[in-house]
């Protein structure tokens, strides 16, 4: 049962992408066929250790329900500060303006405040934290800052959709898990390196 729950997965830091584990089987199955091809035992037992580690060692998975709780918790407070601002609000674009900002050149959970371009974006960072404590520490789901900050800005910009009175368009972005953060010092860094554009 276990393997045929769908979740979001990804080995090593690369893109997550929501799969189903039974292709995983079946993908492992054609790969033990090639080993019977190959002539040394050791090397088809070191390859088969490879696999294993591999599949079982390396990946960290976030299951489709974690991210149903993140978007629910995302969605009572942006929901909750549009009520304090009058049913438009303001930590919802804020969160687009610093996702754009953490992914430009890559996203790493990590934002310069010396920059000036990166200028007005710790009130939202400040907004946010407790949120990711809460689901680090509480919930233990383990998420980096970098997806976290992209699965807030999912429900963001359907917010700001919501709003938007001429539109009955709702964005749905596909989510991929598997962004590292840059360091221990995540939300911030002192490393320079982003340019932005000059609005």
């Given amino acids: 049962q276990h393997l045929s729950d769908t979740v979001l997965s990804a080995c090593d830091g690369h893109d997550f992408k929501i799969i189903n584990f039974k292709e995983i089987q079946v993908g492992f199955i054609l790969y033990i066929g090639d080993l019977r091809r190959m002539s040394q035992p050791i090397t088809k037992m070191f390859t088969l250790c490879l696999i294993l580690i591999g599949l079982f060692g390396t990946c960290?998975?976030?299951?489709?329900?974690e991210v149903n709780s993140i978007m629910t918790l995302?969605?009572?407070?942006?929901?909750?500060?549009a009520v304090e601002n009058f049913g438009h609000s303001m930590l919802a674009p804020g969160i687009v303006r610093l996702i754009f900002h953490d992914c430009l050149g890559g996203c790493d959970g990590c934002?310069?405040?010396?920059?000036v371009g990166n200028a007005g974006l710790e009130q939202?960072?400040?907004q946010l934290e407790p949120v990711y404590e809460e689901i680090i520490n509480n919930m233990e789901i383990p998420i980096s800052h970098a997806d976290f900050?992209?699965?807030?800005?999912i429900y963001a910009i359907q917010h700001c959709s919501r709003?938007?009175?001429?539109?009955?368009?709702?964005p749905q972005p596909r989510f991929r898990y598997g962004r590292k953060d840059c360091g221990?010092?995540?939300p911030y860094t002192e490393e320079p390196g982003k340019v932005f554009p000059d609005g």
């Fill in 163 to 170: 709003e938007d009175r001429f539109s009955d368009y709702l």
């Fill in 74 to 81: 995302m969605k009572e407070v942006i929901d909750a500060d």
């Fill in 184 to 186: 221990s010092t995540s």
């Fill in 124 to 126: 939202y960072i400040a």
């Fill in 60 to 65: 960290i998975s976030l299951k489709q329900s």
């Fill in 111 to 115: 934002i310069d405040k010396s920059n």
């Fill in 149 to 153: 900050w992209t699965l807030a800005s």
